[in-house]
């Protein structure tokens, strides 16, 4: 071989070196094997016996190793804290094992090994355990951190001077400016069911999954049928929970769903629960339809009959929302009108507290205030500018006192018969936060309303036929999904 060829053999091998051929893979953490080991102290579920849907009401424990690895999948000695999270729901805090090191939602992997518990809340569905290196480093007890000295600890250039403005910086406790690799890993699926609607309900006044996009579970035994088309929605009753209560809910779909009518089953339904002024609802619903033929049964279940001591409990009341409910013998109050009220008395034809006529109570004006006070807290009185905004009115049995909506009903004139009896009025239960009578039963159709005035149905219909427009074989109503 002559000098100027083996020269060039030289730096051929010297270039390849400084490819790395020869330096194996690059080293350091590169990602995270995450396990979790047990929940609540047994093997983890299976997805064929799911864990219940976790409301936020109670504290689950996982048990979890983390082991650092490199690019090739090896473990590596990574020394440092990494960060656990799970989505949806909460890691509330973080237990290390005997020698481990952990500092509320993080621990410290040793040698490339943590081990510890995990306790989350709020979880559902398939779930799985996150972990990812922020670079947090949390200073000793009394030490003051990096990230809160007033001194620039990392780059001198950068100008970022400790936590919030410095991106190294984790939190104010952190003692180091540098960021961390930011490598992540994550678990297998643990197996938790989607939440039903009693568990979107929560059992109280409003929602443990607010601002949360979910699948609601709709798979046997759970039934949920439509109970109602609304022109903004549609309202569906889960039958598995009719004896607990909190089964019922509103989707809240913008328009009519043409495709939808009273008796269809949903198989599948999804969307965004949100609390609309204490109103729980499901927006952006996305479903399909187990469509209900003609001569097939209906299976919308029959009206809850309020009484007294239901209408006055608040947990009651919650129960029943989005339901179907009925009350009886209620008559419609006796002052109502568009009058302008004066000095706070009210009359047949005088119960409207916007008294500029500018079109709205203005609750800013004592005068205007105080007069809508005085009639809400009047069992005979419906304040006028509510009624013309909403449609809502008050009747009363003399001891309680409820709202109702009946717009469905177009023949029927509610002005004009202040002071009579309605016979029975049924409609889905709706809830609104502000003022003091919060809850308004809201008529599905003509069906709805039973009295002697024009537009009032004769008698009351089982819930199989109130409302009810089923489909014919040959329906042309084809669309079973949203």
Known sequence: MTPRARRRAALAAAALAGCGSDGGPPRGVSSFWVQVVQV?????????????????????????????????????????????????????????????????????????????????????????????????????????????????????????????????????????????????????????????????????????????????????????????????????TDLAGQGSGFNHLFAYNFNTPANLRVCDRLEYLAGTVDEFFGFTQLSFPSYEIARAQEGAECLVPEPTVLDGPTIAGALAMERLESGLVRVEGFHIGERFGPRPARDNVFAAEQSNCDLNGDGQVDFDSQAERSCANACSDDPECSEWTSYSARGNYKITDGSSRIQIQTGTVSAFDPTSHRGEVIDAVTGTLRSFSGGSLNWTIEARCPDDLVCRAPGCAPATKPSKEACVRTRSLDDDDDAESN
């Not at 999270?85 to 040698?111: F, H, Q």
């Open 40 to 236: 609540n102290g047994e093997a983890p579920p299976s997805a064929e016996a799911p864990l219940p849907a976790n409301r936020g009401d109670t504290v689950d424990t996982w048990s979890f190793r983390i082991e650092a690895r490199d690019a090739a999948g090896r473990r590596t000695p990574f020394d440092g804290m990494v960060r656990l999270s799970v989505d949806p729901g909460a890691v509330l805090d973080v237990e290390a094992d005997d020698e481990g090191i952990a500092v509320g939602r993080n621990i410290r992997l040793r040698d490339g090994v943590a081990e510890g518990i995990a306790h989350v809340t709020a979880v559902y569905g398939p779930i799985r355990l996150w972990v990812e290196d922020l670079g947090y480093r949390p200073a000793s007890r009394g030490d003051r951190p990096a990230c809160a000295n007033g001194v620039n600890d990392d780059a001198p250039g950068d100008m970022l001077v400790d936590f919030p403005a410095d991106p190294g910086c984790a939190f104010a406790d952190d003692d180091t400016e540098e960021g961390g690799s930011f490598s992540a890993g994550v678990s297998k699926p643990v197996a938790y069911a989607s939440p039903r609607i009693a568990d979107v309900q929560g059992g109280g006044s409003a929602t443990p999954y607010p601002s949360e996009a979910m699948r609601i579970d709709t798979a046997a035994p759970q039934q949920v049928v439509v109970t109602r088309v609304s022109s903004d929605g549609f309202y569906v």
